[in-house]
């Protein structure tokens, strides 16, 4: 009893599990995860460390070398990149692809473990912290807003929907972005410490003592142990100044008893007030208004259109709690983009099944077409079923997956369907024709099954980020294959028995007898007779189409869909922050009048938070900020964004403009890279401006710069060591005065509830802080018992230029010099330049590498090759399996190259770039291809084994797989339609489509013909 025959004989089990499936998968689909894009963990880490007071140069080699030796001494670092600026460090610890989001968190303890041990070896006031959330993810980002509001008002309002928002379903973490640091200034005038004989220092003594808790110990009391807990401390902000600074001044008098005591508190020489820090290291303005941004990011494994549901839910219910007049403005909503991605997604799902349906209909009949269709929908939900058991999500590649599969899916019940019909016409009851179709075919079915499965392996195996984006492309495509087989031999039979009943044909008549298959018999008949010819033809065709694979563009990654474009706006290196704001706010205002600009956002200081796991912040910088313009619909974008970029031009010569669309998938930042090491600065400025020398030559190059900017001036006051001991000074009390002359000094904490607030000294305004006054910046002497003025403590005041940002990659000095294609895809461009850039002359210890899109995509092809030598060596033993022999395989995996043919043609002539997802087409392609090569094989080895004349046996066999064969090609080409109009997938469609419709014509000629050959049949034979 095979498994056709038992599935008829208890259809009552069948149709029940059958109906569980079906059902289940109903459910399965209304509960999966939903996502606009597949997760991919971002397998990196930052180091923070603070050195107040140090040059770029100094936080580098006392700081920045110290950590990055003790990092680099774990074994799971791929990469470390580091920055140097003043006072500040920050190292990005990139981790190997073979750790995952399970694994990683261990890794985090160790690196923690690695920066713990280092602090020994750095300089004592130097903070460090490690952060490893990175690549959160914020999927809804709000702007609040309210114009009328003080700043104080606003982010009060805002810390209570962070409280709230905290609470709701599925949601991780809120994290604000613009919200300035509450301090407490303290303005001590010079003029009158001078007078009273103060030292600064000693008055930062008390500041920073007096606030301090310090444990008073405890008393037995009796039987109890009761802690001691005194009153202290300053309780609000007027209270700061009544600190006493001075317990008593002598007077003229030398006569003891003439002493009086003169009370002097902070208050008497200080203007004390509560306020934010100045400058702010970021700003956000939505929509010309100045906004608090509020992060909100969902729970690993959530759906985030449940948390956009519940959030927006729990909005309305704090709606009466809204101050009127702010504003809650949307920066990005994942959830309304990915309920609307896989609406869209499942649209295109439903019609390519009823264009598969509908070619089946009209191909097969009504009933066979019917037959097929059920199983197809069958398969699909049963699929989801088990997407949900293994927590895949709905999202971009999965769907894609499902759409990709279809035209396999059928394939196996085309061939049952196909085999049912042809033994009822040649006399076979119900019974045994399924019992025949199934007994013959149920084995080789499973074989091409598993090779067409193999075919995707090759990004399931891949362990980097691109694998794990697209991996769910792979199992989706093993799930619906293996059901799609197991239906074919279960269900398949059972509904045929039932609705599928073929008349006989009258005694003598060929069910393969019409015109189309006589036509091809004839011309196959033609080839076998002329192989040498056919073979030429062949090769020649191959080796043309190879050469026209040169005049494909080549790309990663294709750019997103998103309504949304991005501004990168760069000002002189050390530009102040609200220089920046000034013409941010201009641009945005003139963009704002733009026809289908909707709005914009802007990011000041640094990049926004992450709010797509493709969108990569920008470091912080005063000089930087960044422009995120809304358009009405995706095709608005390519008008817009030279318009944005010519206004910005013309108006703004100084700045650097970049813009951008988002991208799919990893990768981002400049597209073309050439990364510079060695170890002197000076040469590396010099090898970068060369090759952006290079860059400016071509007129298709934009968006040019390298990563370490423009030097900055710094002004060094020569400090003489003779004339700063004879006043009894310090260096620290030097830097300390000066520190408070300009900007402020941070000289203790003042703690409020829940609130650390910083005490910042500075000099009144009236005092002046420009840089004429830094000469006269008085240092008080303890020792003279008076103020000493700068200019006297130091022997000149010299101007340098030095680096502001210090690079590094791999504890490699490294500078990068980036561009875009400004038309075009960045491949054509990267080809023009490689050649010139390479031959810059490298002095000995320096070395060029390429980033960008081009190492992003050697990498992820190099992933995804390392693994296609083991799964070919699969495919040839699965072969070997079906057929027992050798030759076999050699001749089905022969005919994959022939795939070239119309992968060339459809790409060049559609233009559309061989990117990543175009590659993992053409392996589809290729699986698909030896699917149907083992299908039809089979069919000839199993004629020829019932004593046909083996080259009746080729041709008669080859005429049989005509149909199953077309059908499945044609139901994946046609059901491949709706992807064309997504630009994640339109090459890869291009790709499949246009390389199984040549290749299924090719295959249906080329395997008869390679048989012939291997085997040494003759049509002289028979």
């Not at 460390?49 to 770029?56: C, D, E, K, L």
């Not at 444990?215 to 300053?234: D, L, M, Q």
């Not at 269709?373 to 079923?385: A, P």
Request: hydrophobic share 45%; net charge negative.
């Amino acid at each position: 009893m095979n498994i056709a025959e038992a599935s008829i004989k208890y259809k009552v089990i069948t149709i029940a599990i059958t109906i569980v499936i079906a059902i289940a998968g109903v459910l399965a689909y209304q509960n999966l995860s939903r996502l606009e894009d597949p997760e991919f963990t971002i397998k990196e880490a930052v180091v923070y460390a603070q050195y107040p007071g140090a040059s770029p140069r100094e936080v580098q080699e006392e700081v920045t070398d110290p950590l990055e030796t003790a990092i680099q001494q774990l074994g799971q670092i791929k990469h470390i990149r580091s920055r140097s600026e003043f006072g500040f460090a920050q190292i990005n610890v990139e981790i190997k692809d073979t750790y995952d989001k399970d694994t990683l968190p261990q890794v985090w303890d160790e690196l923690r473990r690695k920066v713990g041990d280092a602090r020994g070896n750095l300089p004592p006031n130097v903070t460090t912290l490690v952060y490893d959330d990175f690549g959160d993810v914020y999927g809804i980002y709000y702007a609040i807003t309210g114009p009328d509001y003080t700043y104080a008002e606003l982010k009060e309002y805002v810390d209570f929907l962070r409280r709230e928002l905290l609470l709701v379903q599925d949601v991780a973490k809120v994290s604000l972005y613009g919200v300035q640091q509450e301090v407490v200034y303290i303005e001590i005038s010079n003029a009158k410490l001078t007078q009273l004989g103060i030292p600064l220092s000693s008055i930062y003594n008390l500041l920073e003592k007096q606030n301090l808790l310090e444990p008073a110990g405890k008393v037995e009391v009796g039987s109890e142990y009761i802690r001691i807990h005194p009153t202290g401390g300053f309780q609000t902000v007027e209270a700061i100044g009544n600190l006493f600074i001075n317990e008593g001044q002598s007077s003229s008098s030398s006569n003891e008893a003439n002493k009086t005591t003169a009370i002097i508190r902070l208050r008497d020489v200080a203007d004390i007030m509560r306020g934010y820090e100045e400058p702010p290291s970021n700003k956000l303005f939505f929509n010309g208004q100045r906004a608090i941004g509020l992060g909100i990011s969902t729970v690993s494994g959530g759906n985030v259109v449940v948390m956009g549901d519940a959030v927006k839910q729990r909005l309305a219910e704090l709606e009466p709690f809204r101050p009127l007049g702010m504003e809650i403005g949307a920066i990005s909503i994942q959830a309304e983009s990915v309920r609307e991605a896989v609406n869209s997604f499942i649209i295109n799902l439903v019609e390519a099944v009823a264009i598969v349906v509908g070619v089946l209909l009209l191909a097969m009949g009504l009933r066979s077409g019917l037959i097929i269709g059920f199983i197809l929908v069958l398969i699909v939900l049963g699929t989801f079923l088990l997407m949900r058991w293994y927590d895949i999500a709905l999202q971009r590649i999965s769907l894609g997956a499902l759409i990709i599969a279809l035209g396999m899916l059928v394939d196996n019940a085309i061939v049952i369907v196909e085999g049912c019909i042809i033994n009822q016409q040649k006399g076979s009851s119900r019974l045994d024709a399924l019992k025949q179709v199934v007994g013959q075919t149920s084995f080789p079915l499973l074989g091409a099954t598993i090779v067409a499965i193999l075919a995707f392996a090759g990004i399931g195996l891949s362990n980097d980020s691109t694998g794990e984006f697209a991996g769910s492309l792979f199992w989706v495509i093993l799930f619906s294959l293996l059901l799609s087989w197991i239906f074919a031999i279960t269900t398949t039979p059972l509904v045929c028995y039932y609705f599928l009943q073929i008349k006989p044909m009258p005694e003598g008549k060929d069910p393969y007898d019409n015109i189309i298959l006589n036509t091809y018999k004839r011309f196959l008949n033609f080839v076998l007779h002329n192989r040498a010819t056919a073979c030429l033809i062949l090769v020649g065709t191959l080796t043309l189409s190879v050469w026209g694979m040169q005049f494909i563009p080549q790309s990663f990654f294709p750019d997103s869909t998103r309504s949304q474009f991005i501004v990168d706006y760069w000002l002189p290196q050390g530009t102040h922050i609200d220089t920046t704001e000034r013409d941010l706010k201009q641009i945005a205002s003139h963009i704002k009048t733009l026809p289908n600009v909707t709005g914009t956002t802007t990011f000041l200081g640094q990049g926004g938070l992450r709010f797509l796991l493709t969108y990569a912040p920008e470091d912080p910088n005063t000089s930087y900020g960044q422009l995120l313009v809304d358009v009405k619909t995706y095709d608005d974008i390519t008008p817009t964004m030279p318009i944005v970029k010519k206004y910005i031009e013309d108006n703004y010569p100084d700045a650097i403009i970049i813009t951008n669309r988002f991208v799919l998938g990893p990768g981002g930042s400049a597209k073309i890279q050439a990364r510079f090491s060695g170890p002197d600065p000076i040469v590396l400025r010099q090898l970068s401006d060369e090759a952006q020398l290079i860059f400016y030559k071509n007129q298709n190059a934009t968006n040019i710069l390298d990563d370490w900017r423009a030097p900055v001036k710094t002004i060094r006051p020569i400090i003489s060591e003779q004339r700063t001991i004879a006043a009894g000074l310090t260096q620290q009390e030097i830097s300390q005065a000066i520190q408070t002359q300009f900007g402020g000094l941070n000289v203790g904490t003042y703690r409020e509830s829940n609130k650390l607030l910083p005490i910042i000294s500075r000099r009144p305004t009236e005092e002046g802080s420009d840089a004429q006054q830094l000469a006269n910046t008085q240092v008080y002497s303890a020792a003279a018992g008076t103020t000493i003025p700068l200019q006297q403590l130091v022997t000149s005041f010299e101007t340098e230029w030095e680096d502001s940002i210090i690079r590094r990659r791999d504890r490699r000095l490294t500078i990068t010099a980036k561009c875009d294609a400004a038309v075009g895809n960045a491949s054509v461009l990267f080809n023009q330049l490689k050649p010139q850039i390479e031959d810059i002359k490298l002095p000995p210890g320096y070395t060029l590498e390429w980033g960008g899109e081009y190492e992003d995509s050697s990498e992820a092809q190099e992933k995804l090759f390392a693994s296609i030598p083991m799964v070919i060596v699969a495919m040839f033993l699965t072969i070997i399996c079906i057929f027992n022999a050798i030759r076999t395989p050699i001749i089905i995996f022969l005919t994959v190259p022939l795939a070239i043919i119309g992968v060339a043609i459809g790409l060049v002539s559609t233009q559309q770039p061989f990117n990543f997802m175009a590659l993992l087409g053409f392996l589809a392609l290729s699986g698909m291809l030896i699917k149907n090569a083992i299908v039809l094989i089979d069919q000839i080895n199993l004629e020829i084994s019932e004593g046909k004349q083996p080259y009746l046996a080729i041709l008669h066999s080859s005429v049989s797989r005509v149909r199953p064969v077309s059908l499945a090609a044609i139901t994946t080409i046609l059901g491949m339609i709706p992807l064309l109009a997504d630009a994640f997938f339109a090459a890869m469609s291009v790709t499949i489509m246009a390389g199984l419709a040549f290749a299924t014509v090719l295959t249906l000629i080329v395997v008869p013909l390679l048989y012939a050959i291997f085997f040494r049949i003759h049509p002289s034979s028979d």
